[in-house]
């Protein structure tokens, strides 16, 4: 069994690297809104055997970011956003596809630009939008330009994440059957 929990434990390092990795790429300098929030979260909800370290790690991951990048107002709402996003995440479990994770990866994204967005109407970052259905309206429009990015952070992250898993998988020993 030592040669098990010795295999798990590696594969748990591999895998917090991956994710710690990409959080911290939210460091260099990068197009606005192309993150790896949403896949990250994607990626350790699929891939963690335990859906505390799904939540907890990609978590972790985003505050050590946050250190260098400031804190807000919203935080709440986007560590909220990842904790959810990486529950739906488990759901990809052994299935995981490419059409799958594209599907996942574009709810996901929409989740979190009505999740954040509706947080901005509602006047988390101070009152920037009228709390009416216009001002509503006229948030979710001024964001619009911004969702291209977003798609594109989580379509390239997703494809790093996954991929990259998929060719470590190959080159990690499998655990001896008992």
Known sequence: MPAARELISRRALVLTGLVLACALSRLLPHPMNFSPIEA???FAGATFG???LAIAVPLAAMLVSDLFLGFHGGMWVVYGCIALIALAGS???RRVTALRVAGYGLGAATFFFVATN???WVG???????????GLVA???AAIPF???QLAGVAFYSTMLFGGWSLLRQR?????AR
Do not use: I, K
Request: aromatic letters at 14%; charged letters at 15%; one cysteine or more.
């Open 40 to 42: 990250v979260a994607l």
């Open 50 to 52: 335990s859906r505390a």
């Open 91 to 93: 759901r990809l479990g």
């Open 118 to 120: 509706f947080h901005v």
């Open 124 to 134: 988390g970052d101070g009152a920037m939008y009228p709390r009416t259905w216009e």
């Open 139 to 141: 948030c979710y429009v």
């Open 147 to 149: 969702f291209h990015n």
């Open 172 to 176: 990690l020993p499998a655990p001896a």
